[in-house]
C-alpha cells in the first residue's frame, strides 16, 4: 500500500519553509491520516464535515456501499438522510458565519487585455439569490434538469449555484462542443430549461453560441423534445451597433442594446442575436426584478447535484451524476490539502467549468474553502505567449494549476516569454488531464517555478469527482510523471489481466476497491451502463479505464488509457464516437480512428476511412469528413490526418485491428504478432496510403 519510506535521492521535494506552515507538513503525517481513512471512512470524512452546515444530521451509517456486482445492485451513499444545502454552504456559510463577505471570490480576466471585474462572496451571494428566484419563475423546481451552454464568465458561476441553491440539477456543456453535442445531452438528461450567451471570442475568433444555442433546440425539436425557455446572457452586448460588421438582427432581444454589462471595452464585431420571443428570455431582464433573497432548497446528502457528460467507449456519452454532500466534502478537501491552501492564496485553475477540473477546482472547491480565484475568459496565447504570466503578476497568484498540453504549447516559445514576468507569487504548481512527460514536467518546474514551487500532478477522472492519486506538496517528494499516491479515503490497487491484485512493482489496470465521498453515483438514467461501464470487468472494483505502474518505491505511474478512448489536450474522445460521425458521410463504408502521439495535444486523431463503391478519394472529400466530425462533436474532435483505406486489417472474426492501425499512422513497421490478421495485404497497401503529411 503506502510505503513505509520514501526516498531521498532522484526526487524533488518543497522547501523546508514552505513545509512549516502545510496542512499536511510531512510524509509521516500524511501515511498517519492516510491510514485513518482508510481504516475508518466514516469518522474520517464525518470530522471533515464538522465544518459545514446541516440543517439536519444524518442518520444511521456515515457510509453505505456495494462495489461487487455479483452481490447485487452497486451504489455509495454517504451521510444518508443528511440534509443540507451545497450554495448556501459556499456562500452564506462564508458571508454569515466566517465574515468573508468583503473578501474576492473571483477576479474574472475577460479574452481581451483591460476587461476584468472583481466580485466579492457578498455580491456572488446577490446574485446567485437573484437568479435562483429567476428560475424557480420560470418554473424550474427540486431535480428538474437545467442545460448551461456559457462561456467563461462569472455568471456561469452564478447559473450553476443558482441550480444547486434551488435543488436543481444543472448539466453544463462546453461552449467549444457543437450544437448537435449540446442537442445530444439536452435531450438525454431531458432539461427543461437552456441558459447561454450571445456569444464570445476566443483570441481573436467570434463564437456566435447563441446560434449554436438555437440550431440545437431546432434539432430537440426536430427529434421531438421542447425546449420551452432559454436564457440569453449578453455578454457581448456593449457597443452592438458600432462596431458591427453584420445588419442588426431582424428581432433582437430587447434589452439587448443597452449597456448593463458594460465589460467587454474592445470594440468588436458583436454578433447577430437571432430572438424567437416565445422561447428565449433576456437574462438581464429577468434578473431586473428580482428579489437577491432565496431560502435555499434543504437537499438530502444524496439528492443529485449536476450531470456532467464525459465520452463513453460506445460512441454515446455518458451522463456522470454526482451528489450533493459526498461531492462537497471531497472537492473542498481535495482543494485545501493538494493545493496547501492558505487564506491569503489568490488561486488560478486555467480549465474551462465546462470540464469537470471546472466544476471541482473553479467553483465548489475554492468557493467552499472561502478562497479567491482567478477566472479567465482568453487563450494562454492570447494576445502573446506571456499572458498568463502577466496574469500571474497581476493578481499575485499563488497557486496556479493547469494542463500539460498548455505547458507544452508554452515551452514551445521557450523561456523568454515567461522571464519577462516576475512569478514570484508563485507558490505551488498543479497539472491535470494526462500524464506529463518529465522535459514538461522539468520546464515547468525549473522556469516557470524557478525550482522553488512543488508540482502536484493530479490524477483524477469526471467519475472521479475530484483528485484520486495525486501528491500532497509538502508531504510528497516528487518525481516527474508520476502522479505518485492516494488521497485520503482512496484504496488504489494494480489488477492483472485476470483480475489478480499485483502487489510490489508492477503493470496492469489501475482499480479502487473502496469508495470516497466525490466518486460518481450513476450514469444518469443508466444504471445498467453505470455498472457495466465500471464495476463489470473486475467484481469488486472501480475500473478506471487506466493502465498503471507501480515502480521499487511505490509511487504510481499511469501509463495512459486501456480502452476505446483518445486523450487529445487532456480531453477524453471516444474512437466509436469520431468513427461514427465519420459514416454518418454517405460516401464512407467504414471508418476506424486511432490516437497518433502529438507533441503538444498529447494525441491527434487519425482516421482511416474505407469510401462506399465507386467514390474515389480528393481534398475535397476530406475536407468535407473534418468538418462533418466538427459539426457533430465540436472543435476539439477535428481529425488531424484522414487517409483513404481501400481495405482495414482485421481478425478472421472481423474485428478491426486497431494495434496494428496505430503503428501505421505512426509510420512504424515493427507491428509485432499479426498472425491473427485475415489479409495481410491491406497492411503494406495503407502503409503506402500514409497521409504525406503524418
Ligand atoms: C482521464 C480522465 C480529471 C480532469 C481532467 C480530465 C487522464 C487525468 C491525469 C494525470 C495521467 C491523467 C486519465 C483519466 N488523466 N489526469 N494527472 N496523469 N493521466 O477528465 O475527461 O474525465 O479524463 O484523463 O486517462 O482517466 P476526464
Redesign the pocket.
Do not use: C, K, Y
Given at each position: 500500500m503506502i510505503p513505509e519510506t520514501v526516498p531521498k535521492e532522484d526526487v524533488f521535494l518543497a522547501s523546508a519553509e514552505f513545509c512549516k506552515t502545510s496542512h499536511v507538513s510531512s510524509f509521516d503525517k500524511y501515511k498517519e491520516l492516510y491510514m485513518k481513512s482508510i481504516e475508518n471512512p466514516g469518522e474520517f470524512w464525518g470530522g471533515v464535515a464538522k465544518d459545514f452546515f446541516w440543517k439536519t444530521k444524518h442518520c444511521g451509517d456515515f457510509l453505505s456501499y456495494n462495489f461487487d456486482v455479483t452481490k447485487g445492485e452497486i451504489f455509495t451513499k454517504f451521510m444518508e438522510g443528511a440534509t443540507t444545502n451545497i450554495c448556501y454552504n459556499l456562500l452564506d456559510r462564508n458571508v454569515h458565519e466566517k465574515n468573508l463577505g468583503n473578501k474576492v471570490a473571483f477576479f474574472w480576466e475577460g479574452n481581451e487585455p483591460g476587461d476584468a471585474l472583481t466580485i466579492t462572496y457578498r455580491e456572488l451571494l446577490q446574485k446567485v439569490c437573484q437568479f435562483a428566484n429567476v428560475l424557480k419563475t420560470q418554473g424550474v423546481k427540486k431535480g428538474d434538469r437545467v442545460s448551461i451552454y456559457m462561456p467563461m464568465v462569472v455568471e456561469l458561476v452564478v447559473a450553476m449555484l443558482a441550480c444547486a441553491r434551488i435543488g436543481a440539477v444543472h448539466s453544463i456543456v462546453f461552449a467549444g462542443f457543437s450544437a448537435e453535442s449540446l442537442c445530444e445531452r439536452i435531450m438525454d438528461s431531458e432539461c427543461s430549461l437552456l441558459i447561454t450567451a450571445d456569444g464570445f471570442y476566443r483570441g481573436d475568433k467570434l463564437i456566435n453560441l447563441k446560434l449554436l444555442a438555437d440550431d440545437a433546440l431546432q434539432k430537440c425539436k426536430d427529434k421531438g423534445f421542447a425546449v420551452s425557455r432559454c436564457i440569453v446572457l449578453k455578454h457581448l452586448s456593449k457597443g452592438a451597433e458600432e462596431g458591427s460588421q453584420s445588419p442588426p438582427a431582424k428581432r433582437s432581444c430587447p434589452d439587448l442594446q443597452d449597456n448593463l454589462t458594460g465589460r467587454v471595452k474592445k470594440r468588436r464585431p458583436v454578433p447577430q442575436v437571432p430572438w424567437n420571443p416565445e422561447v428565449d428570455q433576456c437574462w438581464h431582464t429577468l434578473v431586473k426584478g428580482a428579489s437577491d433573497q432565496c431560502e435555499p432548497e434543504w437537499c438530502d446528502s444524496e439528492d443529485p447535484l449536476f450531470i456532467l457528460y464525459?465520452?463513453g467507449s460506445t460512441g454515446k456519452p455518458k451522463g456522470v451524476l454526482h451528489t450533493v454532500s459526498g461531492y462537497m466534502l471531497y472537492t473542498a478537501t481535495t482543494f485545501r490539502l493538494v493545493f496547501d491552501y492558505q487564506p491569503d492564496d489568490v488561486y488560478w485553475c486555467t480549465?474551462d467549468i465546462g470540464?469537470?477540473?471546472g466544476h471541482s477546482y473553479i467553483t465548489y472547491g475554492p468557493l467552499a474553502n472561502g478562497a479567491t480565484s482567478v477566472l479567465f475568459e482568453g487563450l494562454p496565447t492570447y494576445p502573446d505567449v506571456g499572458r498568463m504570466w502577466e496574469i500571474v503578476d497581476k493578481y499575485r497568484v499563488t497557486k496556479f494549476y493547469t494542463?500539460p498540453t498548455a505547458i507544452r504549447l508554452l515551452m514551445k516559445y521557450g523561456s523568454e516569454p515567461v522571464k519577462k514576468h516576475k512569478r514570484d507569487s508563485l507558490k505551488v504548481l498543479g497539472?491535470?488531464?494526462?500524464?506529463?512527460n518529465p522535459e514538461a514536467w522539468q520546464w515547468y518546474y525549473s522556469v516557470v517555478g524557478e525550482k522553488r514551487c512543488p508540482i502536484v500532478?493530479?490524477?483524477?477522472?469526471?467519475?472521479?469527482g475530484g483528485h484520486v492519486?495525486?501528491p500532497l506538496p509538502a508531504a510528497t517528494p516528487m518525481k516527474p510523471g508520476s502522479?505518485t499516491f492516494p488521497f485520503f479515503g482512496v484504496l488504489p490497487a494494480i489488477l492483472n489481466e485476470s483480475g489478480e491484485e499485483l502487489e510490489g512493482p508492477s503493470e496492469g489496470y489501475l482499480v479502487f476497491k473502496q469508495p470516497w465521498p466525490g466518486i460518481m453515483r450513476t450514469v444518469y438514467g443508466n444504471q445498467m451502463r453505470f455498472e457495466t461501464t465500471y464495476f463489470k470487468k473486475f467484481p469488486g472494483y472501480y475500473v478506471?479505464?487506466?493502465g498503471c505502474k507501480r515502480d521499487k518505491d511505490g509511487y504510481y505511474w499511469?501509463t495512459?488509457?486501456i480502452d476505446d478512448?483518445l486523450?487529445v489536450s487532456?480531453?477524453?474522445l471516444s474512437t466509436a464516437e469520431v468513427e461514427s460521425a465519420l459514416v454518418e458521410h454517405e460516401c464512407v463504408a467504414e471508418a476506424a480512428v486511432v490516437g497518433r502521439p502529438h507533441p503538444v495535444k498529447g494525441e491527434s486523431l487519425y482516421c482511416f476511412v474505407t469510401l462506399s463503391e465507386g467514390v474515389s478519394f480528393s481534398g475535397g472529400l476530406e475536407s468535407e469528413l473534418r468538418n462533418l466530425v466538427r459539426e457533430k462533436i465540436g472543435a476539439i474532435a477535428t481529425p488531424d490526418y484522414i487517409q483513404n483505406a481501400p481495405g482495414l486489417p482485421k481478425t478472421r472474426s472481423g474485428k478491426i485491428m486497431r494495434r496494428v492501425l496505430r503503428k501505421i499512422a505512426c509510420g512504424e513497421r515493427e507491428l509485432g504478432d499479426i498472425s491473427t490478421l485475415a489479409d495481410s495485404s491491406v497492411v503494406e497497401q495503407l502503409f503506402q496510403n500514409r497521409c504525406c503529411t503524418a
Open positions: 464525459t465520452s480549465a470540464w469537470i477540473t494542463a497539472t491535470v488531464g494526462e500524464p506529463i500532478d493530479t490524477f483524477w477522472q469526471t467519475e472521479t492519486l495525486t502522479a478506471t479505464g487506466d499511469i495512459g488509457r478512448m486523450n487532456g480531453h477524453l
